[in-house]
């Protein structure tokens, strides 16, 4: 088998999955020899999972299999290909996919045997030359066993044999309660097992959001919290996964303007650069223009500028600020400016911190606006849009972009922000 990519971790031999936030919440990927159970509620991501982590291993050139007891072969190829790394599933020679049903049908007639199962894992891995076993829906295929017990002592043989082989084995189950840490009909399991994944969902404010969280992780360091989890093109992503450090930042003497002759008086000289400036008001109260004004500025001087706005569409913000004799189509089409719109309420707020950092590490901007800040709370609750402003704030500032956010006050309160 394939060793690469393996680190050790306090005598805890890792293999990296090639999941970028899953690696850094692990501290270096999953073990190198032996089973991990991910278990969630139903439609939470555990399949996705598994295929993403065997996709990332052909990418780096190793194989793997996966057996599924509860889908077909030709299903989970389907479901692959709505994501970016799907085809490699197809195209692969060293990507086993195994419809494993007729093993369930088998231990439903009395007739399974793990040693049997075992075989054919072993076969089909030094087929594929492969490091990653990944067996989806264990859960289904252990569930007509006799006593819970019977079934426990089946996953403690694979995971024996994991261990003895070297293959990083991941396990995935369903379960239905809250806060469980074992899959429906394993009861006792999470004694049994060194590495356990938790994947769940909630509903905030009639929006689903998921969650992910390494619920156990011997002998090893790992991060303990409960981390928002996003499912998009490219599989699962931890967006707050990789800890932010703050570095130490030099404190800018120098000052730019802020496109406002006047207001740049009474601040002596304009903002301090690499600082973070909010304006608050209510609607109506010129928030957008002075950040127009600001980004206009910061491209008459040769900079770029990104203009991020959650209430208008671009053009009507070039359209408006043009009635004041602010020009932004003009660096618009020198390349200086950027305009993006996004809809608040169209994503969860995770997504729009990702969608941002993607533009800032794109864009590289020297200036930013972000109008307004506080339309975050629509896309979720105030917890989680505090979080996510936290965070970019720290990258702007750790990146030393100058930043202006506008916030709508409170209608009962002028003097208090909403954000």
């Known amino acids: 088998m394939n060793n690469t990519d393996t680190t050790a971790d306090h005598g805890v031999v890792k293999r990296a999955t090639g999941i970028h936030h899953l690696d850094t919440a692990t501290h270096g990927g999953l073990p190198a020899g032996g089973a991990t ?17 065997l996709a990332s291993a052909l990418a780096r050139g190793e194989g793997g299999l996966f057996m599924s007891f509860e889908e077909s072969r030709e299903q989970i190829l389907r479901n692959a290909d709505a994501f970016r790394w799907g085809p490699r599933l197809r195209e692969s020679s060293r990507c086993e996919i195994i419809d494993g049903q007729s093993m369930r049908g088998a231990e439903f007639s009395g007739a399974f045997d793990i040693e049997g199962l075992l075989a054919v894992l072993d076969h089909c891995a030094r087929r594929a030359e492969g490091s990653w076993i990944i067996l989806d829906g264990i859960d289904q295929l252990l569930r007509r066993q006799p006593d819970s017990q019977s079934a426990i002592d089946q996953i403690v043989q694979l995971n024996d044999w994991s261990i003895e082989q070297g293959y990083s084995l991941v396990l995935t189950g369903k379960h239905t309660g809250n806060d469980s840490l074992q899959p429906d009909h394993l009861t006792g399991i999470e004694f049994m097992l060194n590495t ?73 000289g304009g903002v301090y650069r690499g600082s973070i400036t909010l304006i608050s008001g209510q609607p109506g109260t010129s928030k957008t223009t002075l950040g127009a004004a600001f980004v206009a500025a910061a491209a008459q001087r040769g900079e770029r500028a990104l203009l991020l706005s959650f209430d208008e569409f671009a053009r009507q913000i070039v359209r408006n600020v043009a009635t004041l004799d602010i020009d932004l189509q003009t660096p618009i089409d020198s390349g200086h400016l950027k305009v993006v719109a996004r809809a608040s309420w169209d994503s969860l707020v995770e997504e729009h911190y990702m969608a941002v950092l993607a533009l800032l590490d794109d864009f590289q901007p020297d200036c930013l606006v972000i109008d307004p800040a506080s339309a975050l709370l629509k896309s979720s609750g ?12 720290a990258e702007t500032r750790t990146r030393g972009i100058t930043t202006m956010l506008t916030s709508l006050s409170e209608a009962d309160d002028p003097f208090g922000e909403s954000s």
Do not use: W
């Not at 939470?44 to 295929?51: A, N, P, V």
């Not at 450090?245 to 740049?264: K, M, N, Q, W, Y």
């Not at 849009?385 to 704030?393: C, K, S």
């Open 37 to 53: 159970l991910v278990i969630g509620q139903p439609g939470c991501g555990k399949t996705i999972l598994g295929l993403q982590i």
């Open 196 to 268: 356990i994944l938790v994947l769940s969902s909630v509903l905030v404010d009639k929006r689903l959001n998921r969650r992910f969280r390494i619920a156990k992780y011997r002998g090893t360091r790992h991060n303990p919290n409960e981390l928002a989890m996003l499912i998009d093109d490219t599989g699962i992503q931890l967006p707050y996964a990789v800890p932010f450090v703050a570095e130490s930042v030099p404190a800018a003497g120098e000052r730019i303007s802020t496109g406002i002759e006047r207001l740049d008086r009474i601040l002596e």
């Open 382 to 393: 105030a917890e989680n849009a505090f979080l996510a402003l936290e965070r970019l704030l």
